[in-house]
């Protein structure tokens, strides 16, 4: 069971230790941060309501704090069985049993010890209560107060790292300080130097030239001055020193054959000569919706690359490889390389239950949020590469581009995706994991290459033991296999480079051309070999087709595409004993039927795209979220007497301002049609997606839709019985 959290930095998240999340509106979600912040102090109720609700009169501003009172206690106490709220003439929120982590890095960032900073800055996400805000300005005033003291204890945090890390010539922990903090304050032409000196030491001037005129043009623009003299002369130097470099290099060109040295086995195929295990980078933690993530970030390129690999994995056993380890040498030659465990495996929580693709992406999103990489490079390997795919799709303007290597668009056999694996192959695959795990791996489909490497079979073993249980293992692995995403293919719009190796006996090279047949503008490359594991043979190959597409010019990702959730729900009938009602009466039904289900829109984060007779069009960025508000929706009209439908489907739309268009939301109101009274359906493309959401689908029907290629099967929705 997690234990109960509060995190605003970045954000909001709370959660207890149940299962179920609690959805506070974002006036509750207001309070509870503002009480958080003032732990250890009561509030008087005037005062709560004149901050929140001062806009509206007194009577109705006490109602509606009284309303939000109920619901954070209901929705916080329930999640935990704890008290957290207690209120009667004052309200005071009780920390005590809760990891809140503003307490966290307060504490953290008062230490004087570079480990203390570093996890500090860890917890530090983002700013308090990012993207957040009320048209209440006693709140806002209080939040901007907040938000500037709490951002300065960050930037005194990198401020004290940079300069330990450049007193003790650690040139790489000292360019990620100084980026993020220069991220956070871009005019600081201090940070800048020590950037410039530390990619100098690293043998990088190009950076270094580049970073001076980055110095320059934000000078320039923000304030309309030139830089200081001290970082003139730094720039200076560093040029005469490039310059120099450049003249050693061309002499060296021109020196005889026998002088030369040696090409590197990327360009000559012969076996590289890998060196002992390096030293392993240090492993960072990040929370998301309550669950540990881990992640390690190595080299310090311009590029930001993160690679999610297959199935199971281990940060730190990874690096035991000499193989993989020269992989990631390789990636981190070119690009800030970060790399995670996903949940259920590897330094990641164990033990969370089954995963949904969303969590896994939104645990992607928390990494790259805790490491400051607004514009990534995705790279994803077999089963990562879904996640990836739905990244992409659904966040565009943070995906600078998309790499594909051994990966799929569905993971089980049917009529139109003939090439993946049958039921039947499924659990045999599944027998063979259970009966050989813990022996010597069996690398006869991963890397037939290294079949006869007694270390690469004894260190595979190890790796997959100290990544999952054997239970989990086989759990992911089946999940893995119901993975389908070939709906969303057309709604990716990023760069993006598929590759294959043409023998591999778990991804054939059918499903490599599949994607890039349906991704817009999919680069395809097909390697000889047979191995599906990145650091098989070709490796080097593999490796360099990335840096060539990722180093190049990569055009900018659009942002008016984008892929929605759409939900249709619509009241149905009307309760026998509402029939002979006055009609005032049955106006303020009405009313409270749609304020109720406004609420439960705005609960879930939902956008009301339009009203629609006895029911509404919404759009959500997760599917999960659209379910879930059906769900609450039909729950809590049903306390009324009254019955809902509701249709949910996932597709691209496209974003003018505030509103939302496309195909998706038309399909979404003529799937309606098939729903009856107290039904929720949705596409299979919402089925697909939702694998280990614990929801329960039953096939509902299958229909011919005008525009719709071979039509669309539909699920009923249901939560199971607890």
């Not at 050989?436 to 595979?460: C, H, I, K, T, V």
């Not at 709604?491 to 059918?510: N, S, Y």
């Amino acid at each position: 069971m997690a234990h109960p959290h509060l995190c605003l930095l970045g954000g909001f998240d709370f959660a207890g230790g149940a299962a179920a999340v609690p959805v506070f509106s974002r006036k509750a979600r207001a309070m509870v941060a503002y009480l958080a912040l003032q732990s250890g102090h009561s509030q008087s109720r005037e005062k709560l309501a004149a901050l929140l609700w001062g806009g509206n009169g007194e009577a109705q501003a006490r109602m509606s704090l009284r309303q939000a009172l109920s619901a954070v206690r209901k929705g916080m106490d329930a999640s935990d069985g704890r008290t957290f709220l207690t209120d009667g003439d004052s309200i005071t929120l009780n920390l005590d049993d809760l990891d809140f982590d503003v307490v966290r890095f307060e504490a953290l960032a008062a230490g004087s010890e570079p480990e203390q900073l570093e996890q500090a800055l860890v917890v530090y996400r983002g700013d308090l209560l990012d993207g957040f805000g009320l048209k209440e300005e006693p709140f806002e005033d209080w939040l901007r107060v907040e938000r500037e003291r709490l951002r300065a204890m960050a930037v005194a945090a990198l401020d004290k790292l940079v300069a330990h890390y450049c007193t003790t010539n650690d040139p790489a922990s000292c360019v990620r300080s100084a980026t993020r903090l220069l991220a956070m304050e871009p005019l600081r032409e201090d940070i800048h130097r020590a950037l410039m000196r530390a990619y100098a030491v690293q043998g990088r001037l190009t950076l270094a030239l580049r970073q001076y005129e980055n110095c320059r043009s934000a000078l320039q623009r923000e304030l309309n001055v030139q830089p200081e003299p001290e970082t003139r002369h730094l720039y200076e130097d560093l040029r005469t020193r490039r310059m120099t470099s450049q003249a050693a290099s061309r002499i060296a060109a021109s020196a005889p054959p026998s002088q030369t040295p040696p090409p590197s086995p990327a360009r000559t195929g012969a076996r590289p000569a890998f060196p002992a295990e390096p030293m392993r980078p240090a492993t960072h933690y990040v929370k998301s919706a309550g669950i540990n993530i881990a992640y390690q970030v190595t080299g310090d390129g311009p590029v930001d690359l993160i690679y999610v690999p297959g199935w199971v994995s281990n940060l730190d056993l990874a690096w035991s490889s000499p193989r993989l380890a020269h992989v990631l040498q390789r990636l981190g030659g070119f690009s800030r390389l970060i790399r995670m465990d996903k949940r259920g495996t590897g330094l990641s929580d164990r033990n969370v239950g089954l995963p949904t693709l969303e969590e896994r992406m939104e645990d992607m999103r928390a990494v790259l949020d805790a490491v400051g990489s607004k514009h990534t490079v995705l790279f994803g390997s077999s089963e990562g590469g879904p996640m990836c795919m739905l990244f992409a799709a659904t966040y565009p303007e943070r995906t600078a581009a998309l790499v594909l290597n051994g990966t799929y668009a569905s993971g089980r056999w049917s009529k139109d995706y003939p090439w993946a694996r049958t039921s039947e192959q499924v659990e045999e695959d599944l027998a063979a994991v259970e009966r050989q795990w813990g022996e010597p791996a069996d690398m006869s489909n991963a890397a037939p290459s290294l079949m006869n490497d007694s270390f690469e079979r004894e260190w595979f073993a190890a790796y997959l033991r100290n990544s999952a249980s054997p239970a989990d293992a086989i759990a992911l692995w089946r999940w893995g296999t119901e993975i389908d995403v070939r709906a969303l293919l057309p709604a990716i719009h990023v760069p993006t480079l598929i590759v294959q190796a043409a023998g591999d006996r778990w991804v054939k090279p059918e499903e490599g051309r599949y994607l890039a047949t349906h991704i817009e503008g999919a680069r395809y490359i097909e390697l000889a070999g047979r191995d599906h594991v990145i650091w098989g043979e070709n490796s080097d190959r593999l490796v360099d087709e990335i840096q060539t597409f990722v180093t190049g010019a990569l055009p900018a990702a659009p942002g008016e595409r984008v892929l929605v959730t759409a939900l249709h729900v619509e009241v149905v009938g009307v309760p026998s004993a509402l029939v002979n009602t006055s009609n005032q009466t049955w106006r303020d039904l009405m009313q409270r039927r749609d304020d109720e289900i406004r609420k439960e829109l705005h609960h879930a984060d939902g956008q009301e795209i339009k009203r629609t007779g006895y029911g509404f069009l919404a759009v959500f960025q997760r599917p999960t979220r659209a379910i879930q508000c059906a769900l609450a929706i039909r729950r809590r009209l049903g306390e009324s007497g009254l019955r809902v439908r509701a249709a949910v489907h996932i597709g691209e739309c496209e974003r003018l301002g505030d509103d939302v268009t496309g195909i998706a939301i038309q399909l979404t109101s003529r799937l309606l049609d098939h729903a009856g009274p107290g039904e929720i359906i949705a596409s299979r493309t919402v089925r697909d997606l939702m694998a280990g959401s614990g929801l329960t689908f039953e096939e509902h029907c299958e229909t011919e839709l005008a525009g719709v290629p071979g039509g669309l099967q539909l699920f009923s929705v249901s939560k199971p019985a607890v």
